[in-house]
């Protein structure tokens, strides 16, 4: 099945510096990533979706220059988080969909940021 | 405004017994639903999914049933394991400009007790 690999797990930094989030699709090819935020008890929030070769269609409230997302190949799509904040500390999900792959799309495990 | 909504953050249930998780909705155009199930610190799981088209879907333990009218759909898992302790998304999407985003609910966290 469609596996989606995010990297690192779990990420402290220190406030001010910029954390880079991977997510790559391991046997499929990912024409649309998306990235979703959660925050304690609450639901999977969307931050921007992103097409590869293309820029990113963010979320209303989600700053773009703060949240850099690059997807420059089928495979991998990046998430950075810069000049990260105490309250940015939470954890980022990324998912994939493949050409042709109308839902159900693939997870990746997450990222678990802490930014102290 | 919460397109998605799952009223009960929490349910439990005895082992063996049905579990049942309710998913409203309020946009009418949504024409996709989908359950995934989440445990901590890892990516939701795809679970199960249904078309507008449809009113019942079932995959072996998981049957989803949608009712359209109501805006409604529920999550039904017989007979109910430990192992099904996580908390359980409803999603729904729309078709329109090829993104198929996902609008999910806030969860609801289903502990199976033995």
């Known amino acids: 099945g469609a596996v989606v690999s995010q990297h690192p797990s779990r990420v402290i930094c220190k406030s001010g510096t910029s954390v880079k989030i991977e997510c790559r699709s391991l046997d499929f090819q990912a024409t649309t990533m998306f990235w979703y935020r959660q925050f304690p008890k609450q639901s999977l929030m969307l931050m921007a979706t992103s097409n590869e070769g293309s820029k990113a269609t963010y979320e209303q409230g989600v700053e773009k220059d703060k949240f850099l997302i690059n997807h420059a190949s089928l495979t991998l799509s990046t998430l950075t988080v810069t000049s990260a904040h105490p309250e940015d500390s939470s954890f980022y999900i990324c998912?994939?969909?493949?050409?042709?792959?109308?839902?159900?799309?693939?997870f990746g495990s997450g990222t678990r940021l802490t930014v102290v | 405004d919460q397109q998605v909504k799952q009223n009960s953050p929490s349910l439990s249930v005895q082992e063996g017994r049905i579990s049942i998780l309710n998913c409203d909705y309020t946009n009418s155009m949504f024409d996709y639903f989908l359950w995934y199930k989440k445990y901590p610190a890892e990516g939701p799981t795809f679970l199960i999914s249904?078309?507008?088209?449809?009113d019942k879907n079932e995959d072996g333990r998981f049957t989803v049933f949608l009712n359209k009218s109501a805006k409604h759909l529920s999550l039904h898992i017989v007979p109910s394991q430990p192992g099904d302790s996580a908390v359980y998304f409803c999603a729904a999407s729309a078709p329109g400009a090829g993104s198929y985003q996902l609008t999910f609910g806030k969860g609801t966290k289903l502990s199976v007790i033995p």
């Open positions: 998912s994939a969909r493949g050409a042709g792959q109308v839902a159900g799309y693939t």
């Open positions: 249904i078309s507008s088209i449809k």
